[in-house]
Nanobody, 121 residues
């Protein structure tokens, strides 16, 4: 069984920073892609930042220059450093991983439980 466990959310004021962490655990053969999405009530979940299968990063336009995704491969962990936070960044942030548990050709999508980020005065 694979689990993605997020941490680091919370309440901050505009302009402040937060760092999210997501650790994948369980029977993992390989991780093809891993990253962060976010969702607010009434809207679709949207990509924030992610590593693709080639190890390249992909950022949403609304976070470029403010957020940075990084990873620790040995720990199956990704991080999201969020700087200069704005009220519109308020959302539940979800970790996502595309990985295989037995064979590299058998890839499945996994999600974490989500962590709330609130940016408010």
């Amino acid at each position: 069984q694979v689990q993605l466990v997020e941490s680091g959310g919370g309440l901050v004021q505009p302009g402040e920073s937060l760092r999210l962490s997501c650790a994948a655990s369980g029977r993992i053969f390989s991780i093809n892609a891993m990253g962060w999405y976010r969702q607010v009530p009434g809207k679709q979940r949207e990509l924030v930042a992610a590593f693709n299968s080639g190890g390249m990063t992909n950022y949403a336009d609304f976070v470029k220059g403010r957020f940075t995704i990084s990873r620790a491969d040995a720990k199956n962990t990704v991080y999201l450093q969020m700087n200069s936070l704005k009220p519109e960044d308020t959302a539940v942030y979800y970790c996502n991983a595309l990985l295989s548990t037995t064979h590299p050709a058998l890839v499945s999508d996994y999600w974490g439980q989500g962590t709330q980020v609130t940016v408010s005065t």
